[in-house]
């Protein structure tokens, strides 16, 4: 099992539509997360990070559910420069506190 | 403001050769990584650094080195390039634990 598991998607949506993306973590020790946002053939960007607390960011909403191990990201009101691909993202404990990726999933918004 | 910068941006190998991937960053971050992107796929750790002096294996190290001299460079050397290295480099630093990382743009390496 993938450490960090997302569906690939792509999900192609309307503008102006919210879209829920979800990822789930198997190393229960993780101790932080992250939703990144990568462009095509760009680096990574941090996008947000995820609290146990849920935390919003203007149209974005992460939530983190730790007995579920499972993350969420939000997007209400989708633009055409949300298209991306977004990558989530755990810290572990110990080991350089490595960062671990999912695979990340695709968003394409359509006008 | 350069963050985290990585040279050379492109370049293309032929099997066999070697080559340095430079990484160097000015924001004092003592964690410092190396990750590789296929095509479709997610980053994969290479190889980590919690300060000067001090490197460890990531996921996939094999075919590689690194060295950490000083806090700002961590260069990455690819010894006998192969195509199955052909990807995307990126390099990474984040100040410490539960901290966000910043990457660099990315070195497009093809093995030919």
């Known amino acids: 099992r993938k450490e960090v598991e997302q569906d690939p998607g792509p999900f192609n949506v309307p503008e102006g539509a919210t879209v829920a993306f979800n990822c789930t973590y198997s190393?229960?020790?993780?101790?932080?997360f992250f939703w990144y946002r990568q462009d095509c053939r760009k680096e990574p960007k941090l996008l947000m990070s995820?609290?146990?607390s849920g935390n919003e960011d203007g149209r974005f909403t992460a939530q983190l559910n730790r007995a579920s191990q499972y993350i969420s990201l939000l997007i209400r009101d989708s633009k055409l420069s949300d298209s991306a691909t977004y990558l989530c993202?755990?810290?572990?404990?110990?080991?350089?506190?490595?960062?671990?990726f999912g695979t990340g999933t695709q968003l394409k918004v359509e006008l | 403001n350069a963050g985290v910068t990585q040279t050379p941006k492109f370049r293309i190998l032929k099997i066999g050769q070697s080559m340095t991937l430079q990484c160097t960053q000015d924001?004092?971050?003592?964690?410092m990584y190396w990750y590789r992107q296929d095509p479709g796929m997610g980053l994969k750790l290479i190889y980590y650094?919690?300060?000067?002096?001090?490197?460890d294996k990531g996921e996939v190290p094999n075919g590689y080195n690194v060295s950490r001299s000083t806090t700002e460079d961590f260069p990455l050397r690819l010894e006998l390039a192969a195509p199955s290295q052909t990807s995307v480099y990126f390099c990474?630093?984040?100040?410490?634990?539960?901290?966000?990382?910043?990457f660099g743009q990315g070195t497009r390496l093809t093995v030919v």
């Open positions: 190393n229960s020790a993780s101790q932080s």
């Open positions: 993202v755990s810290r572990g404990a110990g080991g350089g506190n490595k960062l671990t």
């Open positions: 924001m004092n971050h003592n964690y």
């Open positions: 990474a630093s984040s100040r410490g634990e539960a901290t966000e990382a910043f």
């Open positions: 650094s919690v300060g000067a002096g001090i490197t």
């Open positions: 995820v609290y146990s």
